[in-house]
């Protein structure tokens, strides 16, 4: 028989689901608010008020034994120095939960958890209006992270100068073989230079020709 065996498994092993809910206690205590699954929230408002009933004592045996749950050491220590003395005189209902719709992919449904009586808390807005835009930003966050890496992975491109967008495809930028005959020709002539030119003219053969006769 099943007769009172409501206990909720989430679908984690027993090791698992006790280490989700320490974490998860853990940062409802440091951030007063924290978002998650209407099912996890249901299931870890049972356990952090206990954890929250122990503080209110405040004895030794009473931090062991929330130790042996909540490995954090700052969050446990907030929980006995600002939590306990917070509520000791409210007799149970510590946390609240605000329903916020279904989470964009899955569709499941998604709440907000929080701790009663602190309005100065800012990991997540109370209304549901504000808890939806959150969602949503975070999901746009997420993509365009996704985006960056993409840009990031991709070969980079090589800038083409203005000179290169001129040049026609297919064909090479002769400009510095020009520039060096042109160079060149416009050098003086030296006087071996002369001397070679004075051979090769018609006027020197003329006169051989009448040396010889």
Do not use: W
């Not at 206990?50 to 700052?74: C, L, N, P, Q």
């Not at 808390?121 to 999901?139: D, Y």
Request: proline share 4%.
């Amino acid at each position: 028989m099943r007769h009172r065996n409501d206990k909720t498994h989430l679908n984690r092993s027993k090791s698992h689901r006790k280490a989700m809910l320490g974490n998860m206690s853990a940062a409802l205590f440091m951030h007063r608010r924290i978002i998650t699954t209407l099912g996890k929230a249901r299931y870890t408002r049972r356990f952090a008020e206990r954890m929250i009933t122990f503080a209110r004592r405040g004895s030794v045996a009473d931090r062991r034994h929330v130790k042996r749950y909540i490995r954090d050491g700052e969050a446990v220590k907030l929980l006995f120095t600002d939590l306990g003395p917070h509520f000791k005189n409210r007799n149970g209902g510590y946390t609240r939960i605000i329903k916020i719709g279904s989470r964009q992919g899955d569709a499941a449904p998604m709440a907000i958890l929080e701790l009663v009586g602190f309005d100065d808390a800012v990991a997540a807005p109370t209304s549901k209006k504000g808890a939806k835009s959150r969602l949503k930003t975070a999901q746009k966050s997420a993509v365009e992270g996704k985006k960056k890496k993409k840009a990031k992975a991709a070969p980079e491109k090589r800038a083409v100068s203005p000179e290169d967008k001129d040049l026609e495809p297919g064909t090479i930028d002769s400009s510095p073989v020009e520039d060096a005959e042109i160079k060149s020709s416009a050098e003086p002539l030296t006087s071996e230079d002369e001397a070679a030119e004075s051979t090769d003219s018609p006027e020197a053969e003329t006169s051989d020709e009448e040396e010889k006769e």
